[in-house]
Nanobody, 117 residues
Framework: QVQLVESGGGLVQAGGSLRLSCAAS????????MGWYRQAPGKQRELVAT???????NYADSLKGRFTVSADNDKNTVVLQMNSLKPEDTAVYYC???????????WGRGTQVTVSS
């Protein structure tokens, strides 16, 4: 079992920055691909970024250059740094972990990010 707890969401003006953190506990951090999805009102959940092995990263094409995902393996924490935020980035951001062998997914409860224009 993996427990994921997000923090760092909030309200920010367009052009601002936010830093989301996801604390993982309950299993071996290195056995999971981890990252972030987001879901805006009335839209499907979409991939934001993934990090595997603390180094290999993947981003949604539309977010490259503005968002950066990183991992602190010692602290079992995944961080999403979001810069140059836009109103369309407003969504609930979910941390997830996917076991690299079983593909079982675990999700956090989400944290709200609101970007005002």
């Amino acid at each position: 079992q993996v427990q994921l707890v997000e923090s760092g969401g909030g309200l920010v003006q367009a052009g601002g920055s936010l830093r989301l953190s996801c604390a993982a506990s309950g299993s071996t951090f290195g056995s999971y691909a981890m990252g972030w999805y987001r879901q805006a009102p009335g839209k499907q959940r979409e991939l934001v970024a993934t990090i595997i092995g603390g180094k290999s990263t993947n981003y949604a094409d539309s977010l490259k250059g503005r968002f950066t995902v990183s991992a602190d393996n010692d602290k079992n924490t995944v961080v999403l740094q979001m810069n140059s935020l836009k109103p369309e980035d407003t969504a609930v951001y979910y941390c997830y972990a996917r076991h690299i062998f079983t593909s079982r997914d675990y999700w956090g409860r989400g944290t709200q990010v609101t970007v005002s224009s």
